[in-house]
């Protein structure tokens, strides 16, 4: 399908442009450590925070989920802070700088992305209030300001500040007695100018409200004090016009909400005696890292705004001044407090393949042949349905299963929990460091234990990102082994709102990998000789590089499909610049961060790489080579980034039966086409959005896939 590229939508923001694209003259040999043959990873990853802002203006998605687009612009960025800027000012702090194939320093990469970012959080601002606000107020949803309260609103406002607000909130006065407040991470607080002397004679002229965490940010106002609609007010708002109750007999000269955001990474040494103990001490630390980023009220006079500051160590290009809440990310609370259906995504109901919709139990139907699950459009169920008849099931003697982002109170832990009620050798390989879901693991992990389940941390300095379900059963007098690999996670809600694969065997090699795995993770011994499966740290980097190489023998016969979520290893991308000089198409679909630049003359003339957002995350990966017609076809739990390929505990499985190669190549071109939601990497680091030529048909490849397994549109 032919689609033009509409230059329209970003035009390099996001991205150090590069040195200019020069030819190389003919038969001189590319160097291919070229520092401009490379794009910086946290500029990349700056670049997919604001196509994910960009959706915010798409009319194609509903009202406030185009709000809630704008959020999640918000949380990424809060994270991209707290980690990505908090780890190069780190190593700038203690003199570690580590300079990446870009050849970019940390100082002048915290330069570029404080531009940057200034410009992306401007632009969120003015798309909240000049584009969502007043679509929103012509749908009847209001955010009602303090200067459009009528009285009985003032009253009601009034009336929930004293009863809900003011008995939970602790004002602070600065002065000797009373030092600056350790603030917590991202909280809300307020920076309050005084005149006047209090009780005690004191005269501090300033003072600090934390809001509390527990209080709601946005409050639905009762529809008996107001004329229609929804109608909703910010607990900034309440704040604001009720400061003087916190300070009595004192004028208040001016209250301005401001936001700090701290590091929140973990560090955690290798030697630890006891993980656990260790990162619930880490856990308790993170909530007061130093500061990265201060969001101040952009109507905050510029003394109070220095006094922050200096009071948190930051500089000028660390401030963020902004034109309306400093917390945009609660707006979320949107979609629980306006039921309005019209506005929002329609619901469907995700299918169940035909081969397990019988009353057979899932072990028959994995029997018949292998089964692959395309997450959110086909049902998570079936992989809880496996685990609780595996629980239940007197064949069964033992479950093994891999567990990082899975909810302490899901269904895929009560049913580990009741399989070892029931006797059975159950073994939970819990990861405590997946990111901000360290304090859940160790409550589930907690959890486990009580039931009787035999739980490990994995291996220390290699984090167990594998999904992976081993279920030994009794079968006609032998063993065998069921299994469940996935590119994602056993959260059940996320696998409505994340795309993934889950894939279901009894192929006994794919077993046998499988149990050696678990034995590496839970015991102790040198690798073990795996059959089918590639894993980290030990084959799966060196497998994919042997992969890339065979295709590039081919020529221009070869063809590779890669979806991702991110690629920055560097020997991946030396790889597939060869193949592209060999002739060998390559297709990337890399959802985030890139740091491979395509479509160079002489160097990677022959690769493309698209980025699609759109409604699901886009988290399946997936590996075809075309191997001259007969393809190979993997879907992993990995990216191609350094800590996946070399630092952590990684699975790629092969799909081996020609019915389910042939779908996922089915679902890799049906994303090759999208001419809707899919952004080009351009050479010089930008991304232009793709449009259908006139009269095109559209292809959302999201919206393909919706309606193709589940029949909506």
């Known amino acids: 399908m032919t689609t033009e590229i509409a230059n329209k939508s970003t035009t390099g923001e996001g991205q150090s442009v590069p040195a200019p694209i020069d030819v190389p003259p003919i038969g001189e040999v590319i160097n291919l450590d070229a520092r401009e043959n490379y794009f910086n990873r946290e500029l990349s990853q700056l670049q997919f925070n604001y196509r994910v802002l960009k959706q915010a203006l798409d009319t194609t998605h509903p009202l406030i989920n185009r709000l809630m687009f704008c959020c999640i612009f918000s949380s990424n960025m809060d ?63 209001h955010f009602v300001r303090r200067r459009e309260w009528t009285p009985e609103q003032a009253e009601w406002v009034r009336n929930y500040f004293d009863d809900e607000i003011l008995p939970v909130v602790s004002p602070i006065g600065l002065d000797p007695s009373h030092p600056f407040p350790r603030l917590v991470n991202k909280s809300l607080n307020f920076i309050v100018e005084l005149d006047g002397k209090d009780a005690f004679g004191r005269e501090t002229g300033m003072a600090i409200v934390p809001a509390p965490r527990s209080l709601p940010r946005l409050v639905r106002l009762p529809d008996d004090v107001c004329s229609g609609g929804e109608n909703l007010v910010f607990l900034s708002s309440m704040i604001h016009a009720h400061t003087d109750e916190l300070f009595p007999g004192m004028e208040v000269k001016g209250c301005y909400q401001f936001r700090l955001t701290r590091n929140a990474d973990l560090e955690l040494e290798d030697d630890l005696e006891d993980l656990a103990s260790a990162l619930r001490g880490e856990l308790l630390s993170r909530r007061f890292g130093d500061g990265v980023r201060l969001e101040v009220a952009d109507n905050c006079p510029q003394e109070l705004v ?8 930051l500089a000028e290009k660390d401030l963020y001044q902004v034109n ?6 609660r707006l979320m609370a949107v979609t629980g407090l306006v039921d309005r259906s019209d506005l929002t995504y329609s619901g469907f109901s995700p299918t169940i393949p035909k081969q397990i919709r019988s009353k057979e139990t899932m072990f028959d139907a994995i029997r018949k042949r292998p089964i692959l699950l395309h997450h959110p459009f086909e049902s998570f169920a079936p992989v809880v349905d496996l685990l609780r008849q595996a629980a239940k099931d007197p064949q069964v003697l033992a479950i093994r299963q891999t567990l990082y982002r899975t909810g302490a109170n899901s269904e895929i832990v009560e049913a580990l929990a009741d399989a070892a009620r029931r006797g059975k050798e159950v073994t939970a390989v819990v990861e405590l460091r997946a990111r901000f879901s360290e304090a859940e693991n160790l ?35 032998r063993l065998r082994r069921y299994v469940h690999l996935g590119t994602g996670n056993y959260h059940a809600v996320n696998a409505r709102l994340y795309t993934d694969y889950s894939f279901m065997t009894c192929d006994e090699s794919i077993g046998d990998d499988v149990n050696k795995l678990f034995q590496q993770l839970t015991g102790m011994g040198k690798a073990l000789k795996i059959k089918k499966l590639f894993h980290a740290p030990f084959t799966l980097h060196q497998r994919l590089l042997s992969l890339i190489e065979r295709e590039a023998e081919l020529g221009n016969k070869g063809w590779i499909i890669i979806k991702i979520n991110a690629l920055t290893e560097t020997r991946l991308i030396k790889a597939l610049y060869s193949a592209s000089q060999a002739g060998v198409k390559v297709d990337l679909i890399v959802r985030g961060i890139c740091s491979l630049r395509p479509g160079v003359p002489g160097l990677s003339d022959n690769i493309q790489v698209r980025s699609i957002v759109g409604r699901f995350l886009e988290h399946t990966r997936a590996y075809y080579f075309g191997n001259n017609g007969e393809p190979d076809v993997y879907c992993s739990s990995a990216d191609c980034m350094e800590r996946n390929l070399l630092s952590r505990v990684e699975t790629a499985f092969p799909i081996e039966d020609s019915k389910l190669i042939a779908r996922v190549r089915e679902n890799l071109d049906t994303y090759l086409a999208d001419n809707c939601q899919s952004w080009m990497l351009q050479p010089d680091g930008s991304y232009i959005q793709n449009q259908p030529l006139g009269g095109e048909e559209r292809v959302a490849s999201q919206l393909v896939l919706l309606e193709r397994l589940t029949g909506k549109s």
Do not use: C, W
């Open 443 to 477: 409550e589930l992990a907690s959890r486990l234990q009580e039931a009787g389940v035999i739980v490990v941390y994995g291996v220390v300095g290699y984090k167990t990102h594998a999904k992976m379900i081993l279920i030994v059963r009794r079968e006609e007098g």
């Open 79 to 141: 994270e991209f802070f707290e980690i990505r800027v908090a780890g190069l000012r780190q190593q700038i702090k203690y003199g570690r700088e580590i300079v990446g194939a870009d050849g970019i320093m940390p100082d002048q990469a915290l330069n570029e992305i404080s531009r940057i970012a200034h410009e992306y959080i401007n632009e969120q601002y003015d798309i909240l209030n000049h584009v969502l606000i007043p679509e929103m107020e012509k749908e009847n949803i």
């Open 306 to 313: 220095q006094f922050l500051l200096k009071e948190f160590g």
């Open 324 to 329: 309306g809440p400093v917390n945009l990310t």
